[in-house]
């Protein structure tokens, strides 16, 4: 079952198969669950790799239909979560809405699960309560449905977290025993999810030193999985816990981190909202203009959902700095666009918020009468809410308008007014746990009853206000002692798990020291066959190097061979620091080089020099070395020339480094071994290429012009048949004038010689018709027989034209061609090519037919069909066969591996098959049947129409049998041939 995120190990696991296997019904599934697993991880590449994935299963026939359904269902909801994170939202909707379809119609309850938690998550970005609820609902039963325990766990704790927030006690009823059961899933996913929940209550309960505790276990589990927007939004409330605990510092810190982890991703949103809550703290520190660069940033990136609550609460924000910094017009432009769309967006906690900004900015601006209108709506919406908190910030504002507020007669008393607001929202903060009033609240209220000359209440409230001042402090200084010691608490356990992290890392260490040996052994046992199977001198020089370098510290590089017709050693391979150097050449009675003695003594020699010393044997314009290995290269008692590996690095080879440097030398001199073998027979295999070149040439030219004889034999007949017709109009119209010269010619007369001449004239253009269709035929394919190259062809219409120029060899014997295929099957091959193998096996049947050994002599007509067949790939197979009689024992059926070799028979040259037996392969003729007979033909000719059909036109030609028995030949072609393909060489004939 698909994991919901997954695990490391899963993640590794499939970026390896995919590696290995892309194409295949495997390949598709590791697709599938690698974009899924990437969603969060790397957002473009699951969007690439979903796509690309989608690519490749709609040109997959042969997947299952309700697999086929459940990953194009799987990769549209993999998209949409890219799209939600890439704040494309129209898009992500409409996916999801595909993807929940796609499951539905084959009752995939993991598939419907998934979608219901998506659905719920962008109800969240909404800010759509009702129908987060309702979505999470029917993803518990989804989940419950598929017996999928990890899954409902985390959509359990997720929605144990949102009723924390709405009310944090009922929630602690209704699920801590139920997520904290002993026999739990331990998945990572509901770990970080219970953890979340878990912080929640913590925090609700103001312990925020526990909250941090549980959202840094949330951190680490959700990073594990790749679940970044938990992550990254977790570490922004912690942030927001340090704050609260008056540790702006740490505060600072944790938002910090979460802000260059949402750079990477690249979400807008979460880059946006980690940069609002950076700049909130910002402010609390005081520092307004950074807040207000933090502010503008987070609004570019949130520009793209100005529609969204995450942008209206960062308005809020934003409007809250300016009243701080006594902007109060722009905090009143902010806080108005706010409110219009949280009404529109149907938020009434964040209205509340904005109106109440509202009031305050208006009364900031001196204008108290309107202020009051906003903030009377406000306190009537908390109070329609039971948002207590709000009710007393609400009270505080409207209090402050009051005092600005001169009498009228809709206040006549404004002062007693805000005094009985504050009061009010006193006897609030009274009744809500864990509340301090605070001192200002008090403070305000103690000079305003001394303003009306109530001294003893004034003094009373001064009273609390200093009781609340003192406790206030007490609590901060209590909160930053429990940061300080979380902070150490922190250090500490990060120090032992790094500590622990070095201890397995050194026992890994001594285990990778352990295997070192024979890791070793094995990759020099795989280059040596890499570097072994190159022909190539340059090619294995090269190798070496590559090779050589991976292993060890070889800045400086030399490979020289002997030339024994100079008896000089040529330095063919000089390399240092990665570049090339000439080659030179060295007498090999040079008396100072050391390249010259190891290869003369047929010696290894170490040399190591200590620095700023140099010898007689260094090459002017190469760094000098201090560590210098020069061994020959040899095979058995021969040696080629010399290798030799040199570092700057004292003491630069130990017994390690000198058994690869022996090992690889080794190979080196059996690949260049190899190499100059393979050079010596290069001239053979030219010559033999250019045969078989001359040769396929002299096979077109024959072919073309056993075409033209047989188009020639055709044209004859009817071009005769004209000619007489023509003769007998005009012997007609002689007939007709000497008549008329005698006197009138009677009607019925003149009638019967219009008639003779209008069916004349009607066969002359009916026999002139078909002589022009067959020309027309002839011209395309022999316009295409003088050339090779591509282009777009009907396969049937121009196998039709070009079995039309061959079927008057056939037509003497008493055969036919029957060609069967669809229309408007159409491919990018050589059409000149093509005919050519088509012809060439149609003229040896046809000579055979007319030699009378088609096995069944005066039995009547025979047939040769042709099938044309489109495969899945695009391209099509061509199927010939004909309909003769067919014995038991068949040479060909016993060879059929060898019936593409060079100079191959089933037959002495001089030998006949009796009829019945299978044609002659390597004479080019068809397979089996009733032209099956003596061989005509030479035995090159099969393997040219092999070469020629896997070579330009690059397809496969293959020997197959009909259900009847019958050997055939099967030609496959590609959809298309590159545009060079008549220049590349045919493939070798598979055994």
């Known amino acids: 079952m698909l994991d919901p995120f997954g695990l490391p190990d899963q993640v590794s696991h499939l970026e390896a ?159 801590w025993n139920h997520l904290h059961r002993p026999d739990d899933v331990r998945h990572p996913a509901v770990l970080a999810q219970i953890a979340n929940f878990e912080g929640g209550q913590c925090f609700q309960r103001s312990d925020f030193v526990g909250a941090i505790r549980h959202w840094q276990r949330v951190v680490e589990a959700a990073t594990e999985i790749g679940q970044l927007w938990l992550a990254v939004n977790t570490m922004n409330v912690i942030g927001a816990a340090f704050a609260n605990l008056h540790d702006y510092a740490s505060a600072i810190e944790w938002k910090e981190k979460a802000h260059a982890v949402a750079l990477d991703t690249g979400w807008p949103e979460l880059m946006g909202s980690t940069l609002g809550s950076l700049a909130e703290t910002t402010v609390a520190l005081g520092q307004h203009d950074r807040a207000r660069t933090l502010f503008d940033r987070a609004l570019d990136y949130l520009e793209p959902l100005s529609r969204s609550r995450r942008y209206v609460i960062t308005g809020i924000a934003l409007g809250n700095l300016h009243l701080a910094c006594g902007r109060h017009q722009e905090a009143l432009d902010w806080f108005e666009t706010a409110r219009d769309t949280a009404v529109k967006l149907g938020h009434p906690d964040v209205e509340l918020n904005a109106v109440r900004g509202t009031a305050e900015a208006l009364a900031r601006l001196d204008r108290p009468a309107e202020a009051l209108v906003p903030a009377r709506t406000a306190l009537d919406r908390a109070r329609q809410n039971d948002n207590r908190y709000q009710e007393i910030a609400v009270l505080r504002v409207t209090a402050d308008i009051l005092r600005r507020l001169p009498p009228g007669p809709a206040v006549p008393d404004p002062a007693r007014q805000a005094t009985e607001h504050l009061e009010r929202a006193i006897a609030i903060g009274e009744t809500l746990e864990g509340y301090t009033v605070p001192a200002e609240v008090l403070a305000e209220l103690s000079a305003d009853h001394e303003r009306r000359g109530d001294l003893d209440r004034a003094l009373h409230y001064e009273r609390r206000a200093r009781q609340s001042f003192q406790a206030v402090y007490n609590q901060e200084t209590n909160d930053r002692l429990l940061a300080a010691q979380l902070r150490f608490e922190t250090q500490r356990a990060r120090e032992e798990a790094e500590h622990l992290k070095a201890l397995a890392q050194a026992e890994t260490a001594r285990a990778a020291m352990l295997d070192e040996a024979n890791t070793t052994l094995e990759l020099l046992g795989r280059i040596g066959q890499a570097i072994t199977a190159s022909l190539d001198t340059e090619a294995v020089f090269e190798a070496l190097h590559r090779h050589m370098n991976e292993l060890l510290h070889a800045p400086a590089m030399l490979i020289g061979l002997i030339d024994p017709e100079s008896r000089r050693l040529e330095m063919r391979f000089r390399i240092e620091d990665g570049r090339r150097l000439p080659p030179s050449t060295l007498a090999l009675d040079d008396p100072i080089s050391y390249s010259v003695l190891s290869v003369r003594e047929n010696r290894e020699i170490l040399l190591k020099r200590g620095r700023g010393i140099e010898e007689a044997s260094h090459i002017p314009g190469t760094r000098a070395m201090l560590t210098m290995l020069f061994r020959p290269l040899a095979v058995g008692d021969r040696v080629m020339g010399v290798l030799s590996v040199q570092s700057d690095r004292p003491e630069a080879y130990g017994p390690r480094e000198l058994q690869i440097i022996r090992t690889l030398g080794a190979y080196g001199a059996i690949a260049l071994a190899n190499a100059e073998a393979y050079r010596s027979l290069d001239a053979v295999v030219a010559d033999l290429r250019d045969a078989r070149g001359r040769l396929m040439q002299q096979e077109r030219l024959a072919s073309l012009g056993q075409l033209v004889a047989g188009m020639a034999r055709e044209v004859a007949t009817p071009v005769g048949t004209v000619a007489g017709l023509a003769g007998f109009v005009a012997a007609e119209v002689g007939r007709l004038r000497n008549r008329a010269g005698a006197g009138p010619v009677p009607r ?46 009907d396969l049937t219409d121009y196998l039709r034209e070009v079995l039309a120029t061959a079927e008057p060899l056939l037509r003497p014997a008493g055969a036919e061609i029957r060609l069967a295929g669809p229309e408007g099957l159409r491919i990018t091959t050589c059409p000149g090519l093509l005919a050519q193998a088509v012809a060439s096996l149609v003229q040896n049947a046809a000579g055979r037919a007319l030699s009378g050994t088609d096995g069944l002599p005066g039995s009547g007509s025979q047939v040769l069909s042709v099938t044309v067949t489109p495969t899945p790939d695009g391209g099509a197979s061509i199927t010939m066969a004909d309909d003769g009689a067919v014995t038991d024992e068949d040479p060909v059926r016993e060879n059929r591996a060898r019936a593409f070799d060079p100079l191959f028979s089933t037959l002495a040259p001089e030998a006949t098959v009796p009829g019945g037996a299978a044609s002659v392969l390597a004479s080019g003729a068809l397979a089996s049947g009733a032209l099956n007979g003596e061989i005509t033909g030479g035995l090159l000719d099969l393997q040219i129409v092999h070469a020629v059909v896997t070579g330009p036109l690059q397809g496969q030609m293959e020997l197959g049998e009909t259900g009847c028995g019958r050997l055939c030949v099967i030609l496959r072609l590609p959809p298309a041939v590159s545009a060079s393909a008549a220049l590349r060489p045919p493939r070798r004939p598979a055994a």
């Open 17 to 175: 198969r995919l590696r290995q296997e892309q194409s295949g019904l495997e390949g598709l599934r590791a697709g599938v669950a690698l974009s899924w697993y990437l969603r969060q991880r790397d957002t473009r590449r699951a969007l690439a790799l979903a796509a690309e994935t989608q690519h490749r299963l709609a040109l997959s026939p042969d997947v299952p239909p309700i697999e086929r359904l459940r990953m194009t269902s799987r990769l549209c909801l993999t998209t949409a979560e890219t799209y939600r994170l890439l704040a494309r939202l129209e898009d992500a909707e409409t996916a999801v809405r595909e993807a929940r379809d796609g499951f539905a119609a084959i009752s995939d309850p993991t598939g419907q699960g998934d979608t219901e938690t998506f659905m719920a998550d962008l109800c969240t970005f909404k800010g759509d309560r009702i129908g987060q609820d309702h979505h999470l609902a029917r993803a518990q039963g989804f989940f419950r449905a598929a017996r999928d325990p990890v899954r409902l766990r985390c959509v359990e704790a997720w929605t144990a977290r949102l009723e924390t927030y709405a009310n944090a006690a009922q929630a602690y009823q209704r699920w």
């Open 748 to 793: 019925p007369v003149l009638r019967e010689f219009l008639d003779t001449v209008e069916e004349s004239s009607r066969m002359m253009a009916a026999t002139a018709r078909r002589v022009i269709g067959l020309l027309d035929a002839f011209h395309t394919v022999a316009a295409d027989r003088g050339s090779d190259g591509a282009r777009e062809i």
